[in-house]
C-alpha cells in the first residue's frame, strides 16, 4: 500500500498567487482530513469529506482557502490569494468508517510544506 | 484556547529508562483518545489509543494511561529506545463515531544512547 500521497512535497510561492495542494487517500477509505500546522496552533483541522462530500469545514480559515474531493482518490485544497501567513504544513490524512467509538486512525501523509513569501 | 495541551515541548531520557509523556485536556466530551508519532519530514503515525471507559491500554512497549477525574492522560515507553525519538501528539475526540481530533502542540522525545 502506497499510503497517503500529497504532492507537492514543497512549494514557494508569491504574496497573492494561487495555490493548490494535493492528496491521494489511501485505496477503499471513507474518510479525508485536511489539517494545517503552524508553530503557534499546532496540528489544526481544516475539513474533512465523508464519501467524497465535505462533513465539516469549520475549520477553513477564510475564504481564500477552498477544498474539493471530486473522487474517491483525489482531493485538492486550493488558497486564492495565497498571504505569508498561510505558510504551514499542510497534511491529509484519510480513514475508514468506523462501526462504533469515536476518532479513529488516521492515516497521515507527509505533508505539504508551503512558503508563502 | 487550546483544548488539549501538552505542557513540556521536550524530554530527554537515557535508553533503557521509562519515558513518560503527558497530556492534559479540558473539554469534558471528549471521550476518545489517541497518540501519535512524527518523525521529521513525515506525517503524523498512529501509536495507540484508549477509550473514555477504560483507564489503561497497552500495546506492547508502549502503555497509556487515563485519568478521567484529573482530565489527564500519559503514555509510558519501557524501556525507551534511540528509535522513539519522535515528536508525538496527543489528540482527543468527543462522541461515538466522531472523527473531528483535537491535536496538543507535541512533546519532543529524545532518546539517549
Known amino acids: 500500500d502506497a499510503g497517503v500521497i500529497q504532492s507537492p512535497r514543497h512549494e514557494v510561492t508569491e504574496m497573492g498567487q494561487e495555490v493548490t495542494l494535493r492528496c491521494k487517500p489511501i485505496?477503499?477509505?471513507?474518510?479525508l482530513f485536511w489539517y494545517r500546522q503552524t508553530m503557534m496552533r499546532g496540528l489544526e483541522l481544516l475539513i474533512y469529506f465523508n464519501n467524497n462530500v465535505p462533513i465539516d469545514d469549520s475549520g477553513m480559515p477564510e475564504d481564500r482557502f477552498s477544498a474539493k474531493m471530486p473522487n474517491a482518490s483525489f482531493s485538492t485544497l486550493k488558497i486564492q490569494p495565497s498571504e505569508p501567513r498561510d505558510s504551514a504544513v499542510y497534511f491529509c490524512?484519510?480513514?475508514?468508517?468506523?462501526?462504533?467509538?469515536?476518532?479513529?486512525?488516521?492515516?497521515f501523509g507527509p505533508g505539504t510544506r508551503l512558503t508563502v513569501t | 484556547d487550546q483544548q488539549v495541551k501538552q505542557n513540556s515541548p521536550s524530554l530527554s531520557v537515557q535508553e533503557g529508562r521509562i519515558s513518560i509523556l503527558n497530556c492534559d485536556y479540558t473539554?469534558?466530551?471528549?471521550?476518545?483518545f489517541l497518540w501519535y508519532k512524527k518523525y521529521p519530514a513525515e506525517g503524523p503515525t498512529f501509536l495507540i489509543s484508549?477509550?473514555?471507559?477504560?483507564d489503561k491500554n497497552e500495546d506492547g512497549r508502549f502503555t497509556v494511561f487515563l485519568n478521567k477525574s484529573a482530565k489527564h492522560l500519559s503514555l509510558h515507553i519501557v524501556p525507551s529506545q534511540p528509535g522513539d525519538s519522535a515528536v508525538y501528539f496527543c489528540a482527543a475526540s468527543e462522541g461515538a463515531g466522531s472523527y473531528q481530533l483535537t491535536f496538543g502542540k507535541g512533546t519532543k522525545l529524545s532518546v539517549i544512547p
Open positions: 484508549i477509550s473514555s471507559i477504560k
Open positions: 490524512a484519510s480513514s475508514l468508517a468506523l462501526s462504533g467509538g469515536g476518532g479513529g486512525e488516521q492515516y
Open positions: 485505496s477503499g477509505h471513507d474518510y
Open positions: 473539554n469534558s466530551m471528549f471521550d476518545y
